[in-house]
């Protein structure tokens, strides 16, 4: 009997010892995003340059995105901290890193030495191969969250259905 009465306590420790780490990815994530937001909000002018460099879209439109990109990337990391909206910030921070780094690698492909402008000026001297598995691992850390978002998901449904 004592020891069925340890189990759930167990369980539970484990239990929340695996939220804190989910917790703890959330706020490296979000974090990283916030950082780099914020670098780019305080110059949005550098940043609409970066953003030309790639030469993919017009500068009327860099210069847009330059204003609105940084304080989305802001309010989707507060978003993965408070967890509002939470699987919609981790779905837009998913698809902006995917596409920064197709846009790198396609301005690589053509020839381009451009700055990335992910974090200002201390990304400036990042090499390729440094700026392209920098963005796989936050990826990487992007998609883990969603995978733990929608697998919570689907077993607590589980278990009401049963």
Not at 2 to 13: D, E, F, H, V, W
Not at 44 to 57: E, M
Not at 91 to 115: E, M, N, P, Q, Y
Not at 147 to 153: C, D, L, Q
Request: glycine share 6%; aromatic share 14%; with cysteine.
């Amino acid at each position: 009997m004592k020891t069925a009465g340890k189990l759930p306590t167990i369980n539970y420790q484990l239990s929340t010892n695996r939220r804190f780490v989910w917790r703890i990815v959330d706020f490296a994530v979000a974090s990283i995003f916030i950082y780099a937001g914020a670098l780019k909000a305080f110059d949005p002018v550098q940043f609409a340059n970066d953003i030309d460099n790639y030469k993919l879209l017009p500068w009327p439109v860099s210069v847009a995105f330059a204003f609105y990109l940084p304080w989305l990337e802001i309010f989707c990391a507060l978003g993965l901290v408070f967890r509002f909206l939470y699987r919609g910030a981790l779905s837009i921070l998913s698809a902006s890193i995917v596409v920064f780094t197709l846009a790198t690698i396609a301005a690589k492909l053509r020839g381009l030495d451009i700055t990335c402008g992910c974090f200002g000026h201390a990304s400036q001297n990042w090499s390729f191969p440094a700026h392209l598995v920098t963005n796989l691992a936050i990826l990487a850390g992007l998609l883990a969250l969603s995978f733990k978002a929608t697998s919570g998901n689907r077993l607590q449904m589980r278990s009401n259905f049963s």
